[in-house]
């Protein structure tokens, strides 16, 4: 039999297929696969737990800020209170005082106002309610009725206060404290009472602010406003006992982390009470809050997703460059099947690959000569 022949007889026997059978995933797609499954799964893993982790350690110290601000404005209004308490738990002790004689009393009382002048009455009154006397030159008068007058005389309290809008005061909002004034038995002789401006106190709580939409409020004990940076709400006491914060508070006199929709916008406050049962809200819209954490989490799943194209793009192009030189063999190995021998199985490196270049190439070499013989 000829050479041609021969050739000619071979290209019948086990013809390679032309196409690839269909839903196969070939050599390149698993290696494709296995490399972006390598890559990707740890990256994305990483980033998910880095950004949840950068989310929460953002959100934890936003609403820490919040609680630190609402602390140190309860502190403040606390260290106010407890100083006007303290000075006149100091007078009740004055021989003066305690004589409950209006001419011994009046020059105490006094000197009391000139010393402190945001208390713009100090007045002592009887069993009955009555002024005793007055740090003013106005008649005396009749406080029975006032709450800070009863909770001394009828229901025996070591301390009365209440916020009113005072007259003496131009209209403004004051605090009215009341002590019990005894004698050295401990009996019960009347009370010294105190009216003060909250201006001062009011414009520390009213003037801060964080940001554009930060802003904090104070109200006593029955949710009357105190301080608020809208002077309407002061000038009138509105009452915002439905306040979310407001409401918290009172339901348990307990300090609160609340979110809570406020006109259509989503809002984080933090409400905190003192010993007297007023509470101090902070409240910021989320949506300037929580800016920082919107921005770095943009710019966190923007890295990732350009990380991620990056390991795919690596991953199809190593992909490409293992399987190149498989399918250049399959290539040869499916020519010298059909008896093309004339061209050379190109070998490059020192890998694997290169080693099963040469063996081909070997062989190719040995068919092409054997074949010669034969001929």
Known sequence: MSTNDQVSGSSNVDSPPATRRGGRIGLLGKTSITLLLVGLVPLIVFGVITLSQQRSELRSTAEQSMRNNTEAISALVDEWFDKNVRVLRAAVNQPAIISMQQDQQKAVLVAIKQAYPWMYLVQTMGLDGKNVARSDELPLANYSDRQFVRDIISNGKDLGWETVISRSNNNKPSLVVSVPIRSASNQLLGTLTASMTIEETSRAVATWKSGETGFAFLVDEKSKVLAHPRADFVQTQKV???????????????????????????????????????????????????????????????????????????????????????????????????????????ARGNDELALLARSLERLRKSMRAAISRLG
Do not use: C
């Open 240 to 346: 915002l006992a439905d306040h979310p914060l407001v409401a918290g508070y009172h339901a348990d006199h307990k300090a609160h982390l609340l979110e809570f929709n406020e006109n259509g916008k989503q809002i984080l406050g933090f409400v905190e009470g003192d010993k007297n049962g007023w509470a101090v809200m902070v409240q910021q819209e989320e949506a300037e809050l929580f800016g920082p954490l919107r921005a770095t989490l943009t710019v966190g799943i923007g890295l990732l997703l350009a990380a991620i194209l990056l390991v795919v793009a690596i991953a199809v192009m190593f992909s490409r460059a293992l399987i190149r030189p498989i399918v250049d063999m399959t290539a040869s190995a499916d020519r010298m099947s059909l008896g093309e021998l004339q061209v050379p199985i190109v």
